[in-house]
């Protein structure tokens, strides 16, 4: 097992933080990696909401939303040769909101041949995760502001 651990402060309200991220269709818009991310189960996103996630070249993905917690805390699962248990946690901060991911992962099988070098590439690709999740929340907000019109 091995736990990958980042945050970053997001100038933006918890509210918008978690309920953009938690609906995993958004990392569509800020994750290249991101294939496709469809929505299995009917309603809004809680406890037991599915989604089949495709990234970058590896095969399809269940991911479970297995704890809810709005506007603090999700907790998401998904199976296969490297079992996954991401868990986001968001809190107020000064600027906005303090977004932390916490990325357990476990190899089962074959996979943990090549767990190391997956590890690696993980560790790398979820910090660049987190500014392109900033950056993207912050064009939202940024593009809902308030023009004001130059004085004649």
Same mark, same amino acid.
């Given at each position: 097992? !091995? &736990?990958?651990?980042?945050?970053?402060?997001?100038?933006?309200? $918890?509210?918008?933080?978690?309920?953009?991220?938690?609906?995993?269709?958004?990392?569509?818009? *800020?994750? +290249?990696?991101? /294939?496709?991310?469809? /929505?299995?189960?009917?309603?809004?996103?809680?406890?037991?909401?599915?989604?089949?996630?495709?990234?970058?070249?590896?095969?399809?993905?269940?991911?479970?939303?297995?704890?809810?917690?709005? +506007?603090?805390? *999700?907790?998401?699962?998904?199976?296969? %040769?490297?079992?996954?248990? =991401?868990?986001?946690?968001?809190? %107020?901060? $000064?600027?906005?909101? #303090?977004?932390?991911?916490?990325?357990?992962?476990?190899?089962?099988? *074959?996979? #943990?041949?090549? =767990? %190391?070098? =997956?590890?690696?590439? &993980?560790?790398?690709?979820?910090?660049?995760?987190?500014?392109?999740?900033?950056?993207?929340?912050?064009?939202?907000? !940024?593009?809902?502001?308030?023009?004001?019109?130059?004085?004649?």
């Amino acid at each position: 097992m !091995a &736990m990958i651990n980042n945050s970053v402060v997001i100038h933006c309200p $918890p509210e918008e933080v978690f309920d953009y991220l938690s609906d995993l269709r958004s990392e569509l818009e *800020w994750n +290249p990696l991101c /294939k496709s991310m469809d /929505k299995l189960t009917d309603g809004p996103v809680g406890v037991g909401t599915r989604f089949q996630a495709t990234w970058s070249t590896q095969p399809p993905v269940v991911v479970e939303v297995v704890q809810y917690d709005r +506007p603090r805390r *999700w907790v998401m699962h998904t199976g296969g %040769p490297v079992e996954i248990n =991401f868990t986001a946690r968001v809190d %107020p901060a $000064p600027e906005g909101a #303090k977004l932390s991911i916490d990325f357990e992962a476990i190899a089962h099988g *074959w996979f #943990k041949l090549v =767990f %190391p070098v =997956f590890l690696f590439v &993980m560790r790398r690709q979820e910090r660049l995760n987190m500014v392109r999740v900033r950056d993207a929340l912050e064009r939202r907000i !940024a593009g809902r502001a308030p023009r004001v019109s130059a004085a004649r």
